[in-house]
């Protein structure tokens, strides 16, 4: 590799490429064992590509000691973490407004401050390649969202975590709401000059390329489909809902797909059935799905 600078920068160049990054954390959410699977599946697709930042996966009460367990396996931090422990103003705020529970379970990725930067992943993501250079990014980073590309997706974002931040977003959550009831309407509401301000800050599509679209550009797939570095599995059918033949390692999908999400689907499954299935102790409502 080439070396650009001397001194400090060099030094960091080679930390980076070899060294863990401690103060640097991919994180991901699960409210329940089901989502969980999901976390387990994309933090053992981020230690494939052999990744050097840590992995942070924050958990909400319902999630089973049993699988807390699991993900510990894969997990540098299984974070606890609970709506009802934010301060008196927003629990009283959040009884008037309980749609916006799992979105404020999400903003607490930003109370993570043992980090100086975060990468945040829903837990239907996965990584395809390595992907270390999105911690280059600062605060909002995101890719535009298929659906109105104006608007980022908030299934992949680099953020800085910070207390205050944390609060200012609290706040305008309770004061401002989210126009789509979760947290992609309130992120783009808070960083709104997003689309316009520092082309630096929007991620190419690569790093959130949704598998599930009814509608894809077919063409592009086929041109760049092997650049993708990050898949989505976005929507309401989740790659655990499928049917998955661990002898044969066939995902049968129900439903309409297209052959590249069904090829996504496969690698989401073989993952599963290398990594993870071989430590559940339990059937975690998957045991229908798996024949
Ligand atoms: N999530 C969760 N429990 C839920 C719903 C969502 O833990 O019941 C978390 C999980 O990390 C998930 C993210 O919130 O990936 C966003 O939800 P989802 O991916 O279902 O939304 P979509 O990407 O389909 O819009
Ligand atoms: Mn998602």
């Not at 933090?43 to 942070?56: A, D, E, I, M, P």
């Not at 989210?178 to 309130?186: E, K, N, W």
């Not at 989505?232 to 995902?251: C, E, I, N, R």
């Not at 999908?253 to 990594?275: K, N, R």
Request: aromatic share 12%.
């Amino acid at each position: 590799f080439e070396v650009f600078h001397l001194g400090n920068y060099e030094i960091h160049i080679l930390r980076s490429m070899f060294l863990a990054v401690t103060d640097e954390a991919w994180v991901t959410l699960a409210t329940n064992d089901t989502y969980a699977l999901g976390a387990l599946v994309l933090g053992h697709s981020l230690r494939r590509f052999n990744t050097k930042r840590g992995l942070v996966v924050m958990v909400s009460p319902q999630v089973s000691p049993n699988m807390r367990g699991i993900l510990a396996d894969v997990y540098n931090e299984v974070k606890d973490v609970n709506v009802l422990d934010s301060n008196d103003r927003s629990n009283l705020a959040l009884i008037e407004r309980p749609d916006l529970g799992v979105t404020f379970t999400k903003l607490h990725c930003w109370r993570l401050t043992q980090y100086s930067k975060g990468v945040f992943l829903d837990a239907d993501t996965m990584v395809m390649q390595n992907c270390d250079e999105l911690f280059e990014h600062d605060e909002l980073s995101a890719a535009p969202d298929c659906g109105w590309p104006d608007c980022f997706n908030s299934g992949v974002f680099v953020f800085k975590p910070s207390e205050e931040t944390y609060q200012s977003l609290l706040n305008f959550a309770l004061t401002h709401g989210s126009f789509d009831g979760g947290d992609q309407g309130l992120l783009n509401l808070f960083f709104h000059d997003w689309s316009r301000k520092d082309i630096k800050k929007h991620l190419p599509f690569v790093y959130n390329m949704v598998a599930t679209a009814t509608y894809s550009y077919l063409p592009a797939v086929k041109q760049f489909g092997k650049d993708v570095k990050i898949v989505h599995f976005l929507g309401a059918t989740k790659p655990w809902m499928h049917q998955y033949d661990p002898v044969s390692g066939k995902v049968s999908v129900s439903g309409e797909a297209h052959q590249h999400a069904h090829a996504y689907l496969t690698q989401w499954w073989d993952l599963f059935g290398a990594e993870v299935l071989p430590r559940m102790t339990g059937d975690y409502g998957l045991i229908d799905n798996i024949y």
